[in-house]
Each structure stands twice: as structure tokens, then as C-alpha cells.
């Protein structure tokens, strides 16, 4: 799952054309697909506020950041809905806004700190979910002696080791999974400043 941003009305002053889309029915052969993506990545390139993606572990930091750094912009709506895939618009005055905060949050150094504090746990999460790893590797050979049944699911599990392995889960920390990157924010903000406004799909 990721999140997609389109531009409502981008930056675009040599007026690059987007690629149309392919006709995927056709089954387009390899040069053809390869082709298109190229196009469309030059297109992105040069209009940077037509597109900003994001896989789910890393928008969740970047988003909650945003939040933080720009509540008395976004709406109580506006929040909430930047967790969803749900065609929610930011406007392009509001756009602008969080661009303006982003910058000056990164000039006056306020985004290298919060990094700074937020790199040192998610290390710290990751050293304690690869101890909670080698303990799970090592329920996975005891059910597998017991049980004679290799790769079992631990769905499956009998209920003693099913049980071990649902307290190992609990102590696994979710903050690992969800980094948070300067450059991320960086790119997002400038997608801001020339996407005319977006939506998040």
C-alpha cells in the first residue's frame, strides 16, 4: 500500500506534456513499457508537482510530521484524511502554506533535530525486533521438532507455542518500520510549493 499525490494544478512552465497512458489491454510488449515509464519519469522530473509517492512506512512519519509542524493550517479533516487513500484535496493556498513551514523548519534547523531524536529509537526498535526475530526462528524449530511439520503457520501452532509466539509479537516495536528522512521531507515540500494543490489517492 503507498500513497499517491497528484498536482491539482502544477508548475509547469516549458509545458511538458504528460504521456498518455497505455492501453494495458493491448498487452504492450517490453520496449513499449519500458519506454512509456521513461517518459513519464522525465515528465515527473520536470514538472515536479505533478506526482509524490510514498510506500505507507514511510508517509505515515513524513504525514504525522506535517501535522505537527502545520496545525493551525490543516483541518481537523485535513489530518485525518492525509492517513487515507481517499481522494482528499489540499488546496493550493493551504499547499503553500505547509511548503512555507517546511522550509522554514528545515532553515532554522528544527527538521535535523527531530531527526536526530527520531533515529536513535527507531535503531533502538530495530536491535530489539532482531533479538524478538532470533527467538521467533528458534519457536520455529521447536514446533517443527514437536510437531514433525516444516513451515508450519503460527496460526497453526499448538496452543503453548502459539501462545509464546503471540507475547514475542507484542513485544515487537513498529516504530523500526517507519523511518523518518530529511530528503523525504525535503521532496515533499517542494512538491508542495508546485503542485497547485493536491490530492492524496
Same mark, same amino acid.
Given at each position: 500500500?503507498?500513497?499517491?499525490?497528484?498536482?491539482?494544478?502544477?508548475?509547469?512552465?516549458?509545458?511538458?506534456?504528460? +504521456?498518455? #497512458?497505455?492501453?494495458?489491454?493491448?498487452?504492450?510488449?517490453?520496449?513499449?513499457?519500458?519506454? !512509456? $515509464?521513461?517518459?513519464?519519469?522525465?515528465?515527473?522530473?520536470?514538472? /515536479?508537482?505533478?506526482?509524490?509517492?510514498?510506500?505507507?512506512?514511510?508517509?505515515?512519519?513524513?504525514?504525522? $510530521?506535517?501535522?505537527?509542524?502545520?496545525?493551525d493550517i490543516l483541518t481537523e479533516r485535513d489530518k485525518e484524511a492525509g492517513?487515507?487513500?481517499?481522494? #482528499?484535496? /489540499?488546496?493550493?493556498?493551504?499547499?503553500?502554506? /505547509?511548503?512555507?513551514?517546511?522550509?522554514?523548519?528545515?532553515?532554522?534547523?528544527?527538521?535535523?533535530?527531530?531527526?536526530?531524536?527520531?533515529?536513535?529509537?527507531?535503531?533502538?526498535?530495530? *536491535?530489539?525486533? &532482531?533479538?524478538? @526475530?532470533? &527467538?521467533?526462528?528458534?519457536? @520455529?524449530? =521447536?514446533?517443527?521438532?514437536?510437531?514433525?511439520?516444516?513451515?508450519?503457520?503460527?496460526?497453526?501452532? +499448538? *496452543?503453548?507455542?502459539?501462545?509464546?509466539? =503471540?507475547?514475542? =509479537?507484542?513485544?515487537?516495536?513498529?516504530?523500526? #518500520? !517507519?523511518?523518518?528522512?530529511?530528503?523525504?521531507?525535503?521532496?515533499?515540500?517542494?512538491?508542495?510549493? @508546485?503542485?497547485?494543490? $493536491?490530492?492524496?489517492?
Open positions: 500500500m503507498g500513497f499517491d499525490l497528484y498536482g491539482l494544478k502544477p508548475y509547469n512552465p516549458n509545458n511538458a506534456v504528460r +504521456p498518455e #497512458h497505455l492501453d494495458w489491454s493491448k498487452k504492450p510488449a517490453d520496449n513499449e513499457k519500458d519506454e !512509456y $515509464f521513461k517518459k513519464v519519469d522525465e515528465y515527473e522530473t520536470e514538472v /515536479i508537482g505533478s506526482y509524490f509517492r510514498n510506500n505507507v512506512w514511510w508517509w505515515r512519519p513524513l504525514w504525522s $510530521f506535517v501535522i505537527a509542524a502545520c496545525d492517513s487515507y487513500n481517499d481522494g #482528499h484535496i /489540499i488546496s493550493k493556498t493551504k499547499s503553500l502554506r /505547509i511548503a512555507a513551514r517546511l522550509t522554514k523548519l528545515d532553515k532554522d534547523g528544527t527538521i535535523d533535530k527531530y531527526s536526530n531524536e527520531m533515529n536513535p529509537m527507531i535503531e533502538r526498535a530495530k *536491535k530489539n525486533n &532482531k533479538k524478538i @526475530q532470533i &527467538k521467533v526462528i528458534l519457536l @520455529q524449530k =521447536m514446533v517443527k521438532l514437536e510437531t514433525g511439520v516444516e513451515n508450519m503457520v503460527p496460526k497453526d501452532y +499448538p *496452543k503453548k507455542f502459539y501462545d509464546k509466539y =503471540m507475547k514475542l =509479537m507484542d513485544k515487537e516495536d513498529w516504530s523500526a #518500520h !517507519y523511518p523518518f528522512d530529511i530528503d523525504n521531507i525535503r521532496s515533499f515540500t517542494l512538491f508542495c510549493k @508546485q503542485s497547485g494543490g $493536491f490530492e492524496i489517492c
